[in-house]
């Protein structure tokens, strides 16, 4: 059954240094669905639970979030509860520093786990905001573990999902080691089109829901290296700008900037 929904509380932690977001959080005033029944079961499966683990938390009472636009899902600091599965939106999540610096940390799709930075030490180390109105289903971590524990083929694919997650936070890290301003620019383009595509929607023209100032702070990079860079893809014909709409004209070429620079 579907739990009303209450704000969940904020640490004194670290709570200073957060401008932006809105702590607001809504009721879905709807009936819970399974897992297995929802439409979206098929992102969740792909995002790295298993299609045979998602009846499985059918069982796992639920709660639906809906989040206008800026609002904040957790911050740093708060107590860690659930795992958010994104049924509809995107959000992004943020590190604050110590010095109070905000750095985008992963932009997250419909399909997508938030809050596996808590799992270590019961605590968020990051916030997670919507980027636009957005829903999300809350699953008690205490309940996922109980199920874990329960079902040996559940725990692997949790396993697997947790391990993708690790394997995305390496990549980053090695892209902002390793990689020159436009292949880093060219790789997350072509990481969001492999990601659109999953979904079923076009590879090749999508809406980008951050902002350039957002980009840039997820790839380490200035805003104004952010905009002479996409303005240099459209007149190099790799990608066409319109607004925020952006479509991949060559992939391919695309693909050949991030191999060798």
């Known amino acids: 059954m579907e739990a009303a929904i209450v704000a969940p509380a904020v640490t004194p932690f670290r709570r200073e240094q957060v401008k932006t977001a809105r702590p607001v959080l809504r009721d879905v005033s709807r009936p819970a669905l399974a897992c297995s029944t929802c439409h979206q079961h098929a992102l969740c499966a792909r995002a790295g639970l298993d299609a045979d683990a998602l009846p499985r938390l059918g069982h796992i009472p639920t709660t639906r979030i809906r989040l206008r636009k800026g609002d904040t899902l957790f911050r740093a600091g708060d107590r860690f509860t659930a795992l958010y599965a994104i049924r509809l939106g995107s959000c992004k999540t943020v590190m604050v520093t ?65 391990a ?44 980008l829901r951050m902002t350039r100032e957002e980009i840039g702070s997820h790839l380490g990079l200035k805003l ?10 459209h007149q190099d014909g790799l990608i066409e700008v319109h607004g925020r709409i952006i479509k991949l004209v060559d992939r391919d070429a695309l693909h050949q900037l991030v191999m060798t620079g």
Do not use: K
Request: a negative charge.
């Open 98 to 162: 110590d010095d109070g610096h905000e750095q985008v940390s992963g932009y997250h799709m419909p399909g997508e786990i938030l809050g596996t930075d808590g799992i270590g030490m019961d605590v968020h180390d990051s916030q997670a905001i919507a980027l636009e109105d957005a829903e999300v289903c809350a699953l008690p971590f205490d309940r996922v573990e109980a199920l874990a524990r329960e079902d040996v083929a559940f725990q692997r694919s949790l396993h697997r999902m947790l």
């Open 164 to 207: 993708g997650e690790i394997v995305r936070e390496r990549n980053v890290m090695l892209m902002l080691g390793t990689m020159r301003a436009e292949q880093r620019l060219a790789s997350f383009l072509l990481d969001l089109s492999q990601r659109y595509q999953v979904r079923g929607y076009s590879p090749s023209e999508f809406l």
């Open 224 to 233: 104004e290296t952010v905009s002479r860079l996409f303005s240099r893809f």
